[in-house]
């Protein structure tokens, strides 16, 4: 897939696809989002996080980054509206969404 754009570092910029509804409204099952790999997440930014497996499986969450410290993240699901606390040990990387890809693209 080329990069949307004009983003031409494939090395910073990537895209997948939202795998549920948690999500909903704000992104759809199956819709395309770009991650920048450099980019910190801010609070209130929507963000995918890769998590940490020791079973070797890789297993991701997305959601609004509400509130973070030094210890944990809290990230928040639009459709229900819940926020589970995910404690630093167990996050690998933080992705910001920068953008999405349109099916017309």
Do not use: C
């Not at 696809?17 to 909903?24: D, T």
Request: charge should be neutral; charged fraction near 30%; proline fraction near 6%.
């Amino acid at each position: 897939m080329a990069a949307p754009f004009g983003l031409g570092d494939a090395e910073r910029y990537f895209a997948i696809y939202i795998p549920g509804e948690a999500m909903e409204p704000r992104f759809r099952a199956g819709e395309r989002v770009i991650l920048d790999r450099i980019k910190p997440a801010s609070i209130n930014a929507d963000v995918v996080v890769q998590l940490r497996e020791d079973s070797g499986r890789s297993l991701w969450t997305i959601g609004r980054l509400s509130a973070r410290n030094r210890s944990l993240i809290e990230l928040m699901q639009y459709r229900d509206r819940v926020t589970s606390s995910i404690p630093h040990n167990k996050i690998k990387q933080i992705f910001p969404i920068i953008g999405m890809v349109d099916d017309d693209a």
